[in-house]
């Protein structure tokens, strides 16, 4: 469709090959091979996901939902900017008791709040937003003082939830059944105010990741001449199309003239 978004990657392959991918993609890894639970990925199914655009520097920052997914027996995928070597090592740890696989925020700034709330669309979460005062010794110390119902309901608060979440070497890949129709229609908004070209290109590719409009055609590794050439190649296809979806389709020149009179 017009808001599809074609990628051009080259990589150590026998030949070329189109990636459509399902669901809901960013540019975020696995930090450590321990993670990995099958195949060359982390699989989880039925998670629970917490968004923040902080680090996690100490362990107790996150123990409360570890603890208590733990007791559920659910999944637990964390997106946070940084970790300390002491929070993966006991995250790693208590990887035999549960199932957790902590990933970086992809890009930075502006661009980085703007995927984190695409996520929490995406999944129901809540943001915890560090830029708006969002802690988390604050949110530990109201859970505290609750018990029972009260701390469940809260707690529940703070997770989203995801059909799947496949986090390979090089991305994280989200299933989820939430609505975000009213998400894409803010989006869509933006792109009929904006006159920064910027943005609009930035906007466009968050609604097409939101969609799972994206597609990764794969070269094999070749000369700079020969990636050059073939990336021209797929990227003139691919705008002609959008064009062609855009505009309409002439059938000829000729033809065209031949209309007119």
Do not use: W
Not at 41 to 52: F, G, P, Y
Not at 96 to 119: H, Q, R, T, Y
Not at 157 to 163: H, M, Q, S, T, V
Request: hydrophobic share 40%.
């Amino acid at each position: 469709g017009e808001s599809g978004i074609l990628n051009v990657i080259h990589k150590d392959a026998s030949g070329v090959s189109a990636d459509f991918c399902e669901g809901y993609k960013v540019d975020t890894g696995l930090i450590k091979k321990d993670f990995i639970n099958v195949g060359a990925n982390c699989i989880l199914d039925n998670a629970k996901i917490i968004v923040t655009n902080r680090s996690v520097t100490k362990i107790e920052e996150i123990l409360p939902f570890m603890d208590y997914l733990h007791k559920l027996k659910v999944p637990l995928v964390i997106v946070a900017s940084g970790y300390t070597e002491e929070v993966i090592a006991t995250i790693v740890k208590n990887l035999p008791k549960m199932s957790v696989c902590p990933v970086l925020a992809p890009a930075s700034g502006d661009m980085k709040n703007s995927f984190l709330e695409d996520i929490c669309a995406l999944t129901g979460a809540t943001f915890l937003n560090g830029e708006e005062d969002m802690y988390f010794e604050d949110f530990i110390q109201k859970y505290k003082s609750l018990s029972g119902d009260d701390a469940s309901d809260y707690i529940e608060e703070f997770f989203g939830d995801a059909d799947k979440i496949t986090v390979s070497k090089d991305d994280m890949k989200i299933m989820s059944s939430t609505d975000i129709s009213n998400h894409i229609e803010s989006l869509e908004t933006i792109l009929k105010t904006s006159e920064d070209d910027m943005i609009n290109e930035f906007t466009k590719k968050r609604i097409a990741l939101l969609k799972g409009s994206i597609v990764d055609i794969i070269f094999p590794i070749l000369t700079n001449a020969e990636s050059s050439f073939n990336y021209d190649r797929y990227d003139d296809s691919f705008r002609a199309t959008l064009s062609a979806l855009k505009y309409g389709v002439n059938v000829g020149g000729g033809k065209t003239y031949l209309n007119a009179y």
